[in-house]
């Protein structure tokens, strides 16, 4: 990883010397263990700041919504796919930016960690598969494959799609993952079941919107959440306006959602409302063999109209 | 839009979608009526509806 | 004041004395953390926490809460004119409440209690309520009490302060409320000596600090127009995590909502983060950039509020803010760039 | 009711019972008239009665200041009171179309009962301004609280209070001036100075001025000097270019009195929204002085 750090600093350096772009977007340091913290470096003395490891997992593309500035930016695959959802969806532009893709080999879920050692974690060290944390109670060592984040888990796009630069070779993508195990075992409850599971999932929803600033496609300047002329949803705790939120949201998502997983991390109260998108990215892939963000040429499924589309009525 | 609608717990029969041209009428009662039948068999909704706020 | 000794043996058979007289409140377990709710009854806190995840703001602030009623049918002979929703405001005692919680509150308090006006909704639930707090001898890495003007045993803002003596607790009465709730356990009465030592060893065991000695002296527009602000706010979301977790913020908006004939306005708990918080009916919104409003939301709880009401931060160091915020903007650098800084603005303003 | 509240059936007493009044709760009035103020009909004042005769006694206001119109289901909106403290029996308010609320109250009718809360905010300061020459300045829609500062200095019981009082008022065009029976009545006053402007006009007959506020208050208001105030209420970008108009004819940054606008729910210092630096512009303002302004940040 620590390759990775330098190469990334190489890099950035290399592009503001040559004036090749006027920022590069990438993670610093965090005050926490496990927490990095987005940044932006504008001089090549400032490099030094970029950091890479398993706890990069914020969407970076979220970061260049209607900049106008040109770019550098650190991308890992899923990264590199919203960075291709946002040109085609005009918010940034191809020329503005230089690509600095990494391989990704999966992010840390740092609440199966904390879930599993003794009072709060102190510090935390990576060395190849391998993650050291310290805690109150001792030391436990984890290896990284069983404490991904759940997207990274079933993740079949860990090279990035897009790149001007590559900090290393790519990484050999995952083809043995059961992408929809979760999303299929849903489907199979009966409808009041699948009542009372959202109804659970969502009940400790505080409305603090993080999963919806976290998340790169929601970029509208005013959320229908937000608006007041007219007022689409009550402001509330009611269960059923927080309901209506989640489900509008993941619906402004649909076959945009690349399953970075920003909206589940940055949940202050671990809400897993990614189940929502991946049904819809899940309908995308088996009704129309379309998944988010692989390459600039095509339109989105939402966006085209085929003779052959799946839907009766439209026909 | 309804597979979502449908994962989430709402009865598949409340939502249908149509395309009809604004020079369909026939079609369009036709749709209408074939729809209000439907989701009277069903009973009202229980879910979705949104009451007296549940709150402090 | 008194001070009595409660045999942890008899901790359930004393609350539900207390019981008696007050509905009862405390941190309990919801999956893998610790949140403030009622207890019901023979239900005891869990107070094997750290902290809670959600500070116990909603105990006297729900998120969620109906102030008026009123009815639209012009059938109805007081129809459009709201009325005060009816509320319980019968005594309450919070069991478990962290001190930096309890100063929280305290501080909150100065909003919503003015010699100008008070807010009944607030005030109410607070005055009904006896605090008693937990010592705390374990504190999180992220917490930084003791530099922000409160600490592991900070008495201010509770009623009776519980400590944990293995097996038993000792809780002293700190007002006549606290007094009146330990009257009811009538259990023996012990001494304070034992605290004074839990306290230092709590004390010592907290390592984070905020810097904020230069704050009180500083130019307040040369930190407003400071540069350091573009990179702070860079990473944030603009989400509300860190406002929605925080014991001392306390913003609200007003809403109605009326089902058939029957309306209520509410308040619902609201974020300067939130970029609708403060957009005009004309569209113009003075804080209209994540800049702008990440600096609100620090200049308000490290300057602004040290000027208006000369009692500090607004912070009571409990961390929640540091853990929570989903990009690891961290109120504890933020201060130290802007305690540097004052430093300066203020020789700046001596030199000239 | 959780589960715990219901279990917990035993009888509390209050540990003490205090009667707070709750600021937020809204006399109920009836609209008595309704005036279209402007050709393009998006103005128009409202007049309330109380419908408890004893609120009005509790409403008791000072020109300057604002309060909340609370409709039932719809919500509330801060306006500045329009009506006198001399003028009794009722309170009026003029309001511009614009949002949610104030697009319901413009459907409102004669008769209709809603709720206003107030009076909110600190005022004009009329202590201060004894003995003192006082020059209004004002544009638009935002005359309102303006009109009930003129009524209440030309109150025969007050007038010998204050020195000269000038006025410059101006509107996009004739018919978008408020209050223009009043104008002309003032207009013809000699204890009041009257400099009425449009920014354009094609009505022949039009015997005012035309220009915008700040270049006809440059040409029209008297030197500022110890004994002189300025009082400024109108668009943003009015006060913008008044400011230096004032400076350049003498007025201090203390002599000049403001009234700011933010985004406002409660009225009463506690929501937190229209917060700017450490005021609050709907308790300590929305009256500030220049020189306070200039000392926070322009969040408004």
Redesign the interface.
Known sequence: MSTYTDKIREIAQRLLKECRVEMVIGFRQ???PM??????VRKPEEVDRLVWDSNCG?NLA??LTNRKEKIGIVAKGCDSRNIVTHILENKVKREQLVIIGVPCQGMIDK?KI??SIQ??I?AVSETGGQIKVKS?GGEKSFNKNEVLQQNCSVCVHRNPVIHDEMVAAPVAEQTDVDQYAD?NA??AMS????????EKLLA?C?????C???CPLCYCP?CFV?E??P?WV????????V??FH?LR??HCAGRCTDCGACE??????INMRL?TK??NK?CLELYGWQAGLNLDSRPALDVYKANDP?D??? | MKNLLVTMGIDPDRLHFSWISSAESTKFVKVVNEITAKVKAIGPNQRFVKKEAKVA | MKVIKIDKSQWSQTLEKIRGAYRLFGPVKEKTFHNFTELSDGQSPDLAFQNTRLSPKSLVFPQSEVMLNYSLDEADADHHVPKEAPKDYSPRAVIGIRPCDAKALALVKMNFDTDQYKDPYWLNLYNATTFVGLACDAPCGTCFCTTAGCGPFSEEGLDVLLVDQNDHYVAKALTDKGTQLLQKTGSKETTAAAIETAKIAAEAKITAKIETDNLRGADMMALYKAGLWEDISFACLNCGTCTFSCPTCWCFDIQDEVYRKKGVRMRNWDSCMFPIFSVHTTGHNPRDSKLSRVRQRFMHKLKYFVDKYDKGIMCVGCGRCVRQCPVNIDIRKVSALMNQLGSEARCAVKGS | MSAAQAASSVVKTPLREEPVENPYLPYPVRIDDITVESEDRNLKTFKFVFLNPDDERKFAYNAGQFAELSIAGVGEIPIGIASSPVEKGFIKFTINKAGVVTTHLHNMKVGDIMGVRGPLGNWYPWEMLEGKNVLIVGGGFAFTTLRSSIIYMLDPANRKKFKNISVVYGARSPGMLLYKDELIAWEKRDDIHMNITVDSTNDPGWKYNVGFVPPITEQKAPQGDADSYAIVCGPPIMIKFTQPVLEKLGYDHDHIILSLENRMKCGIGMCGRCGIGRELVCKDGPVFTLAQVNRTPKEY
């Open positions: 965090g005050s926490m927490m990095n913290e987005p940044c932006f914020i979220n970061y609440r904390a879930a009072g709060e102190l109150a999303v849903i489907e409808t009041e079941e699948r009542w009372e599971f959202f400790p505080i409305r603090c919107y993080a919806r600033n976290a005013t937000d007041s002329k007022q009550g402001k509330s705790q009611d269960p059923m306006d309901r209506t489900f993941a619906f991390r940055a949940c202050p109260v671990g929502l049904k819809l309908d839907e009525f439209i026909h």
